[in-house]
């Protein structure tokens, strides 16, 4: 009976780590980081921009079944989130919305995306944060790519 039972807890070990989702870490564009590190601005006027847009690379070639980013606040408030899958066809696909979501200090949130399909995959992932109520509050940005 313990020979089976060891047996058993044997071959559930040897089966876990294939059933762990392989991810990858993609690159800010332009900074060569895989987090995005900002204080929020305010909101665009006509004569300024903010920064609440982030996009991420895609490697050429990359299969993934879905991406994965992870926002950090420092601070309480309502943030704006939005996860856009960005195509070779000048089209995006929202992959998550939601205006004024609450999340409190050093929270973290999670938003998941799929591709259109395995042969149509983003170049960029696009995440926006932001907010007029969250001006000056600090968030980290990661995104990943993963395989399952």
Same mark, same amino acid.
């Given at each position: 009976?313990?020979?089976?039972?060891?047996?058993?807890?044997?071959?559930?070990?040897?089966?876990?780590?294939?059933?762990?989702? @392989?991810?990858?870490?993609?690159? +800010?564009?332009?900074?060569?980081?895989?987090?995005?590190?900002?204080?929020?601005?305010?909101?665009?006027?006509?004569?300024?921009?903010?920064?609440?847009?982030?996009?991420?690379?895609?490697?050429?070639?990359?299969?993934?079944?879905?991406?994965?980013?992870?926002?950090?606040?420092?601070?309480?408030? @309502?943030?704006?989130?939005?996860?856009?899958?960005?195509?070779?066809?000048?089209?995006?696909? +929202?992959?998550?919305?939601?205006?004024?979501?609450?999340? =409190?200090?050093?929270?973290?949130?999670?938003?998941?995306?799929?591709?259109?399909?395995?042969?149509? @995959?983003?170049? @960029?992932?696009?995440?926006? +944060?932001?907010?007029?109520?969250?001006?000056?509050?600090?968030?980290? +940005?990661?995104?990943? =790519?993963?395989?399952?």
């Amino acid at each position: 009976m313990q020979i089976k039972l060891v047996f058993a807890l044997l071959g559930l070990c040897l089966l876990a780590p294939a059933s762990y989702a @392989q991810c990858t870490a993609l690159k +800010v564009v332009g900074s060569g980081l895989t987090s995005l590190n900002k204080a929020i601005s305010p909101p665009s006027t006509i004569i300024t921009g903010n920064n609440w847009n982030g996009d991420f690379i895609v490697p050429p070639g990359a299969r993934y079944r879905r991406y994965v980013t992870r926002v950090k606040t420092d601070k309480n408030g @309502q943030y704006d989130l939005k996860m856009v899958l960005k195509y070779n066809d000048d089209r995006g696909d +929202v992959a998550y919305e939601q205006p004024a979501r609450p999340m =409190g200090n050093n929270d973290t949130f999670t938003m998941t995306g799929r591709p259109r399909s395995s042969k149509q @995959q983003p170049f @960029q992932v696009n995440v926006l +944060v932001g907010g007029p109520a969250v001006v000056g509050n600090v968030v980290t +940005v990661t995104v990943n =790519g993963c395989t399952k």
